[in-house]
């Protein structure tokens, strides 16, 4: 009888534990939004939107890469590192070991990706955003890569593409991040001299120095749809004015409504629109690349001015 009631150990084929023991711990994914498990190479492979309710998720700089013609990519001021110049530290953390855990955790130098590439053969200048990095904070690299990517774009005679998302400027740098918002309209104005557009994308989150800066003065401003843009957040600017703001307050639908966009494109679609609009400053043999004998053509990569990289 007391056989009946002794707990026995189960035993499952060699087999069978072994591949349970492979099942990945991030084979899922919940939806922020709709709170839905999504089978993570369904959500890769549909540009980390959520196919049950379409709520785009953060991509990185590099995920950002994967809408450009394959291979058409070359990556420029990657030398470039951020500095502490203020000496900054609070009693958590310095800024110095918050920059060396930002740039393993990311394999970014600082928080956008610059280069030059392509899409449906249309060449462009191109900086993109990464939140992962201290949140994509606008410091003294990330304002030096977007004016050279504007430069840049003045130079070969090509369209600036910036992809942006971002908290705002980097308080650990002071004044010298607050002086990235000029610098980079100051270069913006030169790419316009030069009669060639730049076209910015808004997605989700975009506020303070960021979007009151440079993004804002774009030939087109395209946002995703859902995307949050402003320059102060929401539940601070309910606290100033003391009252409740209207439902759906700074997303990229309001914005629209309002005049201050041009356009809200779902992330699917995005390729598409900027090749439509790439078609209008048509360039599809790649830059030129300055030589001692003048403008040569080049297949490359990488792309040298001035004897910059």
């Not at 843009?229 to 997303?251: C, N, S, V, Y």
Request: glycine share 10%; net charge negative; charged share 25%.
């Amino acid at each position: 009888m007391k056989e009946f009631f002794r707990r026995t150990k189960k035993s499952f084929p060699a087999d069978q534990s072994s591949e349970q023991a492979q099942i990945p711990d991030d084979l899922w994914v919940k939806c922020s939004s709709c709170r839905e498990l999504i089978y993570r190479k369904e959500l890769n492979d549909n540009l980390k939107v959520c196919p049950k309710c379409g709520h785009h998720m953060r991509m990185s700089a590099r995920e950002w890469i994967g809408l450009l013609d394959v291979g058409s990519f070359s990556e420029t001021d990657a030398h470039l590192l951020p500095t502490d110049p203020l000496g900054f530290v609070t009693p958590d953390e310095a800024y110095a070991d918050k920059l060396k855990k930002s740039q393993h955790r990311t394999g970014l130098a600082d928080a956008v990706l610059a280069g030059v590439g392509s899409i449906d053969g249309l060449w462009m200048a191109l900086a993109v955003g990464d939140f992962a990095f201290m949140g994509s904070s606008m410091g003294s690299v990330y304002g030096e890569k977007m004016s050279r990517a504007a430069e840049r774009g003045a130079e070969l005679g090509i369209p600036l593409l910036t992809i942006n998302t971002s908290g705002g400027a980097r308080q650990q740098e002071g004044v010298i991040a607050l002086m990235q918002m000029a610098k980079v309209t100051m270069a913006l104005s030169r790419l316009a001299e030069a009669r060639q557009p730049h076209i910015a994308i808004l997605v989700d989150p975009c506020y303070g120095g960021v979007t009151a800066s440079y993004p804002s003065v774009a030939d087109v401003i395209i946002a995703e749809p859902g995307a949050n843009i402003g320059f102060a957040g929401k539940r601070l600017i309910e606290q100033i004015m003391r009252q409740k703001l209207p439902a759906g307050f700074q997303t990229s639908e309001f914005m629209l409504n309002h005049g201050m966009i041009d356009m809200v494109t779902p992330r699917g679609e995005l390729r598409d629109v900027l090749a439509r609009l790439l078609q209008h400053y048509r360039r599809q043999s790649p830059p030129m690349e300055e030589g001692d004998d003048g403008m040569e053509a080049t297949d490359a990569t990488p792309i040298y001015v001035h004897g910059r990289v």
